[in-house]
């Protein structure tokens, strides 16, 4: 049984061709079918017994390069050609390309990038596969959609405690009886100290958005239940490398208290239902609530970060950051200290890595890469872009010269659609406005 999980291996896609319209199958529409057999058959075998619903619905496999769709069912205005059992198209410019739940042409749909679809491990597959079928079906669950709040994970402190917890969680996943418990506590105890220390987070919040995804993901996979703890312990191990923690750390977190409240007892998905957090149903689960005390929780804390060896992660976390602090100044030159280009939030959609590692900066959090899209066009973006905290605008630097249609800038490319311009609303700002 093959348990690796390479989650960002994709096989390499060609453009599809005229095969689709004529009697051909290209290797590629027979992967695309056998994954959507494969899909519904997981989730037939679950029957809604996890969340009280079959996850299996609209889906659609997207090639990034050519926009080109596989989908398992027709959209409602008949932009998708019926061929060999599946529904072929193309999907708009203005729709970014990612593996999420996403509305489009009047249905609810689960799409996947094709090149971040493993080929050849059927359990990573099938675990992603059932992640965004999840996120498709998360409204009705009940479980609202958040984005993170949670930049502190990518600061010093806020790494190490999280690092901290997957050191405490890994362990917990592979003992037995009360050393499980006691390294349950130790987690539940090093995130109350965290949240204390930095108050202004939705860290269960998005836990239950993303952790409850991949969670899900994991039970449905085809692995063995009796493999699940080892399996997710060593991903817990192999993260501590890992940056990007604001917006993947549930992808961990998730999976592994959800393996362990199902050792403890069954029920509980009904108590995530009903709005509580993970870490709320494991202080039920152990009877032990963490502590309040921000002195007593620090005291805590600092012996468990001997019990857990971690000083080679302080050590580690420390070389980072000072690189870090490299970086955040570069950004602040770049967007706090020149020509910038203000594009206002007016129902843009953008779509970006989770892995990459949020640097804040100023009143707003510095993106590495994003596409950006709305009325006026679209934005790639290479190398920075800045989102302000309340989400009303994000700046790029101010082109050099050229205003309209195709604008190459280092670090991104903007797009704009006939009859918009970049404008100079004052010295140092610019925006984008209709002609």
């Given at each position: 049984m093959k348990l690796t999980l390479t989650l960002l291996l994709g096989i390499v896609a060609g453009m599809l061709n005229i095969g689709f319209l004529t009697g051909q199958e290209p290797a590629e529409l027979q992967s695309a079918k056998s994954y959507f057999l494969e899909l519904d058959s997981l989730c037939l075998a679950?029957?809604?017994d996890l969340w009280g619903m079959n996850l299996y619905g609209a889906t659609m496999f997207v090639f990034p390069d050519s926009r080109l769709i596989i989908a398992n069912q027709a959209d409602k205005v008949g932009k998708l050609v019926e061929n060999e059992g599946v529904f072929v198209g193309k999907l708009p410019d203005n729709v970014n390309v990612a593996n999420t739940s996403v509305q489009w042409n009047s249905t609810n749909w689960t799409m996947l990038n094709w090149e971040n679809i493993p080929a050849d491990d059927k359990y990573s597959r099938a675990k992603l596969l059932i992640h965004e079928s999840w996120h498709r079906n998360q409204k009705d669950i009940g479980i609202n959609p958040v984005m993170t709040e949670n930049t502190h994970l990518d600061e010093l402190q806020g790494s190490i405690l999280i690092k901290l917890e997957f050191l405490a969680l890994s362990q917990a996943?592979?003992?037995?009886?009360?050393?499980?418990?006691?390294?349950?506590?130790?987690?539940?105890?090093?995130?109350?100290?965290?949240?204390?220390?930095?108050?202004?987070?939705?860290e269960?919040?998005?836990?239950?958005?993303e952790g409850m995804a991949e969670y899900t993901g994991y039970r449905l996979c085809g692995i063995d239940r009796n493999f699940l703890p080892k399996v997710i312990s060593r991903q817990l191990q192999f993260s501590l490398e890992k940056d990007g923690l604001a917006n993947s750390f549930a992808y961990l977190t998730g999976p592994a208290y959800g393996v362990l409240f199902d050792e403890y007892k069954g029920g509980w998905i009904d108590e995530v239902k009903n709005g509580k957090s993970l870490p709320e149903i494991g202080s039920q689960m152990i009877s032990?609530?963490?502590?309040?005390?921000?002195?007593?929780?620090?005291?805590?804390?600092?012996?468990?970060?001997?019990?857990?060896?971690?000083?080679?992660l302080i050590a580690n976390e420390s070389?980072?950051?000072?690189?870090?602090q490299q970086l955040t100044k570069a950004y602040e030159h770049k967007f706090l200290k020149s020509d910038?280009?203000?594009?206002?939030?007016?129902?843009?959609?953008?779509?970006?890595?989770p892995q990459e590692k949020l640097i804040p900066l100023g009143n707003g959090v510095v993106y590495k890469t994003m596409r950006l899209t709305g009325e006026w066009g679209i934005a790639e973006v290479a190398d920075g872009i800045f989102r302000a905290n309340d989400w009303q605008f994000f700046m790029l630097p101010a082109p050099a010269g050229h205003f309209t249609g195709?604008?190459?800038e280092p670090g991104y490319t903007l797009l704009l659609n006939d009859g918009w311009e970049v404008a100079k609303v004052k010295d140092g700002k610019y925006t984008l406005r209709k002609k």
């Open positions: 679950d029957n809604g996943l592979i003992s037995e009886n009360n050393d499980k418990t006691t390294h349950l506590t130790n987690a539940l105890n090093i995130r109350a100290h965290r949240q204390l220390l930095f108050p202004r987070n939705n269960n919040r998005f836990e239950l958005h032990q609530k963490p502590a309040t005390d921000t002195a007593v929780l620090r005291e805590y804390v600092s012996k468990l970060m001997k019990l857990y060896g971690a000083d080679s070389r980072k950051y000072a690189f870090q910038v280009l203000i594009i206002r939030n007016d129902h843009l959609q953008f779509g970006f890595n195709t604008i190459t």
